[in-house]
């Protein structure tokens, strides 16, 4: 008997896994356990510039500097909002601090035990191996997950199951789960309907992750349809995942019933769901050959926009091939990034401005005084009185061009004395002829190594100074400031802002923030004291999917580079009509 357990398929234990429960009672006096029904836990063309275009929009440079496909000039603004630049400095930090510091907190490695066989086993052999195990009564369902992370042979899995229906009388649903999961990540399609058979007849319903499982390994078969009953057995329990809605999608583009999958998707985004790039992708790459949902595939890239989401490298190469597929030859594509005066590269057109229009900022301005200046949280930061005080302060005096964050600029450097260093900057912007507000603590005024008193008197003759308690946070101080002075005002500071846009109360307002800040930011790149200032580059042009009658412009995330949250891409893709 153990000589066949070699070869024994699931087809073959199928009647042991599926026989009654009385039945099963001669084989294991515990083996009704395993029996409970499970019960789950309750195109048309448009353009999308608005009429904020930034200075020099109808100049167009005098030479017109085409980039072929994937080389784009390595001459990029540097700025603390470009895609990689968080990684860049976490690693020189590393490289600054040395490499050994996160092995010493983490400590060596032990090995791992590795005792997955490299070929089916026989029931005795399974049960030596079970025997030598720390922990046997795991031991099934830890095998069939270390086989899992090891893509082994479904074969061995195969033999794993035989032995546990021959010893046991059944094998149990989380077994089952695993082995599914090794099955439809494999592609091994006849065996995920076996599966799907046995457990239909085990198991009253399933949990959602079994579903999400089925719903993937039918979608590439041609029982995709099943994945429709899928979805719709999930709808009872919750509402299915992007995940299990783009592959059923993919279901239906693979087997041309676009159809289908455009009514899966739009069913999808009115739930308020985001759809993940391997379905917008799905699109492109299956309509090359339809070119009459031009329309419903140019929604696909204004979802985006609107949404302030940057498509991966893979996803942008399918977009550009589907625009390039046009017939009559009328698209073409390259590579490219934006002239810091928001003109592409490629194509020369103006890009759409990085500055608010009036509707915007007033938007913005009464969201950020209500839920930042005055939200539940600012009296931690601040007292009522100080608050008052300082609002009483800005109204009294002209509007600001730029407000700085004095300690945060004070501490660019280690070196030298902080005050100096501050002194050195507030001069700096004050020979340009701006208005000047610094923001700063009483402590910076009390005179020590650090805060020189002439040092700071100067800087209250060349700005306006407004120093608050030593134990409040400037930055509602800062952003109250500029934002009451206008959509000129510029603030002065290195600080992020994560924490305030955090507040904001729904995502497009977040985004119109980090917009605004994305062009009214001023952060220091360069200090050398005595000699040198210099600022990073405030971009002209905004960081979004845009459109006019005759092109695209779509910023992506390339491959191997890490963006943070608060970063944009710095590489793009230009289509432009060909005349």
Same mark, same amino acid.
């Given at each position: ?19 009654? %429960? ?78 050994? /510091? ?42 069939? *997950? ?28 989380? @077994? ?10 494999? +592609? ?8 799907? !058979? ?20 039918? $979608?590439?078969? *041609?029982?995709?349809?099943? &994945? ?65 949902? *031009? ?11 609107? +949404? ?39 194509? &020369?057109? $103006? ?37 008052? $005080? ?28 902080? $005050? ?16 000047? @507000? ?56 290195? !600080? @992020? ?13 977040? %985004? ?11 952060? @220091? ?9 210099? /600022? ?37 893709? &230009? ?5």
């Amino acid at each position: 008997m153990g000589t066949l357990l070699i070869s024994c398929t699931l087809n073959n234990i199928y009647p042991l896994l599926v026989r009654s %429960r009385s039945s099963c009672f001669a084989v294991h006096k515990n083996v009704s356990s395993f029996f409970k029904v499970w019960e789950p836990r309750k195109v048309q063309r448009f353009s999308t510039r608005v009429g904020n275009s930034h200075e020099g929009d109808n100049k167009r440079p005098n030479t017109k500097q085409k980039e072929q496909s994937g080389k784009v000039p390595h001459a990029l603004p540097k700025s603390v909002f470009a895609a990689g630049t968080a990684r860049k400095k976490a690693e020189f930090l590393k490289q600054k601090w040395g490499n050994d /510091f996160d092995k010493e907190l983490k400590g060596p490695r032990k090995p791992k035990e590795n005792n997955i066989p490299s070929q089916p086993l026989t029931a005795a052999q399974w049960k030596t191996l079970k025997d030598d195990a720390r922990a046997s009564h795991h031991f099934e369902v830890s095998m069939m *997950e270390k086989m899992l992370a090891a893509n082994s042979d479904i074969d061995v899995a195969k033999s794993l199951l035989a032995y546990v229906a021959m010893e046991t009388g059944t094998v149990s649903y989380e @077994l089952l789960l695993r082995y599914l999961t090794l099955c439809v990540h494999g +592609n091994h399609e006849s065996e995920v309907f076996d599966v799907y !058979d046995i457990m239909k007849k085990r198991f009253k319903t399933l949990e959602t992750g079994a579903y999400s499982l089925f719903i993937k390994g039918f $979608s590439r078969t *041609e029982k995709w349809r099943e &994945c429709l009953l899928l979805l719709e057995s999930i709808k009872r329990v919750i509402t299915p995942s992007p995940r299990n809605y783009g592959y059923a999608i993919n279901g239906a583009l693979l087997h041309s019933d676009s159809r289908t999958a455009w009514v899966l998707y739009e069913e999808m985004v009115e739930k308020g769901l985001t759809p993940n790039q391997e379905t917008w992708q799905a699109f492109f790459d299956s309509d090359r050959s339809a070119h009459d949902s *031009e329309s419903k595939l140019s929604s696909l890239l204004l979802y985006m926009r609107n +949404n302030q989401i940057y498509p991966g490298e893979a996803l942008v190469k399918s977009i550009k091939a589907w625009f390039e597929s046009v017939p009559g030859n009328k698209w073409n594509g390259s590579w490219t990034t934006p002239e810091n005066s928001g003109h592409c590269r490629n194509c &020369c057109s $103006s890009l759409e401005s990085i500055q608010l229009t009036e509707e915007e900022y007033n938007q913005l301005k009464e969201k950020v005084m209500n839920d930042v200046i005055q939200g539940k949280d600012v009296f931690k930061k601040t007292t009522p009185q100080e608050l008052e $005080s300082f609002k009483s302060f800005v109204k009294k005096r002209p509007p600001f061009d730029v407000v700085i964050d004095g300690l945060n600029v004070a501490n660019t450097t280690s070196k030298g004395n902080q $005050s100096e260093t501050l002194l050195e900057v507030v001069s700096h912007l004050a020979q340009q002829n701006l208005r000047l @507000l610094v923001l700063g603590r009483k402590h910076m005024l009390r005179g020590s190594r650090s805060w020189d008193r002439k040092n700071m008197s100067v800087i209250q003759q060349k700005a306006d100074c407004f120093f608050t308690d030593n134990i409040s946070e400037d930055d509602p101080f800062l952003l109250y400031a500029t934002l009451h002075s206008g959509n000129h005002c510029k603030f002065l500071s290195r !600080d @992020l802002m994560r924490d305030h846009k955090a507040c904001l109360p729904d995502s497009s307002t977040r %985004r119109l923030f980090f917009k605004w800040q994305r062009g009214h930011q001023l952060v @220091l790149s360069s200090y050398t004291a005595g000699r040198r200032i210099r /600022f990073e580059t405030v971009p002209k042009y905004d960081t979004i999917i845009q459109t006019e009658e005759n092109s695209w412009h779509i910023p992506y995330d390339e491959d191997g580079v890490e963006r943070y949250s608060y970063e944009v891409p710095r590489k793009w893709l &230009c289509l432009e009509m060909k005349r």
